[in-house]
């Protein structure tokens, strides 16, 4: 099965090049931030998920079937597990905010 030339599969590429870009370009804005790290695993998780995508798109004829089935899942897992290591950091850290709220002191009664 080929997915060359597939209209929707390649609007799926274009957008996911995108979406790296500008997270990844957000990512420095936040430079020194707590949210730095996440965002540039997310970037890189993007990256590879649409690199999956690539791979089935434009390596085919290029290189084995095995070996762009083991270049689109292994992409694919990659990139999955680094988008969810970006959202454990994040809300753990947002959680922690959450108990630091608690410990404050209430308002005073008037």
């Known amino acids: 099965m080929t997915f060359e030339g597939d209209l929707l599969l390649m609007v799926a590429i274009v957008l996911g090049l995108i979406a790296t870009v500008i997270t990844f370009l957000n990512s420095r804005k936040l430079k020194g931030d707590v949210f730095e790290k996440p965002f540039v695993y997310l970037s890189v998780g ?3 998920a649409t690199f999956s995508l690539i791979a089935v798109t434009f390596f085919q004829g290029v290189f084995s079937e095995l070996t762009v089935g083991l270049i689109h899942d292994i992409s694919f897992i990659l990139g999955l597990g680094l ?13 922690g905010l959450g108990s630091f709220e608690q410990k404050l002191p209430k308002k005073i009664k008037k």
């Open 46 to 48: 993007i990256f590879l």
């Open 83 to 95: 988008m969810f290591l970006a959202s454990i950091q994040i809300t753990k850290f947002l959680k």
